[in-house]
């Protein structure tokens, strides 16, 4: 039986995986510091995983998780534009000196397979829709800057090193287990949490930016997937998304339709480091993955905001 460890195993996107696993019964190892994570989100899972707290920047608490693995699903960073914005060098050594670290340990002990979670603001105010692979990356953000620059090293960890690398860059991620109560939370926890407060969600700029926003379930995919022996495109990147763009305006009616709750919006200037418009190529991923989507937006969007209303129910 293969062993996966799953950094951030105890955040959002983390969590899920970890869970699809054990599903799968798969044995799991979750290293997490807990600054995103939150030991809820594994409690039903427990005894059923090994549950390490630790920082993906001590070196002994990776060298000591990465022992015996033989796949590696790198979730742990710290999210969020606005957050690298407001700190970057915290930005910059969790994910850049973090993914390092971790892809340095993970040669040494000879894992199979390096699996880096990446973003779509590494395109950052590249021109062209849709995002495709082979476009100059150009971000716009400290973020979009660790997230490019983990890349990179999974690129040359592959021909220098010979790790099997695989680099997933996802778009605009949501779905059950999101933080929404975090100041730099994303925009779907954001509008389900206000609504259901009874409160007027915030739109940053006009509203009509657009995002290939993908249900947490096809980024579990991808992750498995990535990790079949069948896969051998190391090193390059792959745009994990739906396809499709949908602006925040639209996001917000769906939203208001399915909580059934009629409270304009408020708008504000549109945050720094944002870009305009997104949506994602996702035939390469097809082709070489094998990859595809299996929730829609649609879909999603109903499961999740369904999964907050029991969490949280309207006030």
Known sequence: MALYLVTGGAGFIGSN????????????????????????NLA?????????????????????????ADFVLHQAALGSVPRSIADPLETNSANVDGTLLMLHESARVGVKRFVYASSSSVYGSATGLPKRE???????????????????????????????????????????RQDPMSQYAAVIPRFITA???????????????????????????????????????????????????????????RISCLLGREIPPSFQAMRSGEVMH???????ARSLLGYEPSVDFKTGLEYTVAWYRQAAPLS
Not at 53 to 67: P, T
Not at 160 to 171: A, D, K, N, S
Not at 216 to 237: E, H, Y
């Open 17 to 40: 995986i970890v869970e699809h696993l054990v599903s799968a019964g798969e044995k799991v190892r979750v290293l997490d510091n807990f600054s995103n994570g939150r030991e809820e």
């Open 44 to 68: 039903h899972l427990r005894g059923k995983i090994e549950l390490t707290r630790g920082d993906i920047r001590d070196r002994a608490a990776v060298s000591k998780v990465l022992e015996g």
């Open 134 to 176: 082979d476009m100059a990356c150009q971000p716009i953000s400290p973020y979009g800057v660790s997230k490019y620059v983990g890349e990179l090293y999974c690129r040359i960890f592959h021909q220098v090193y010979g790790v099997e690398t695989v680099i997933l860059r996802y778009f605009n991620v949501f779905g059950r």
């Open 195 to 253: 609504l259901c407060e009874g409160q007027s969600p915030v739109i940053y700029g006009d509203g009509t930016q657009t995002r290939d926003f993908t249900f947490v379930d096809n980024v579990v995919q991808a992750n498995l997937k990535a990790c079949t022996p069948g896969f051998a495109s190391f090193g390059d990147p792959l745009n994990i998304a739906c396809g499709g763009g949908h602006t925040l305006l639209e996001l917000y009616d």
């Open 278 to 284: 997104s949506f994602a190529d996702i035939s390469k």
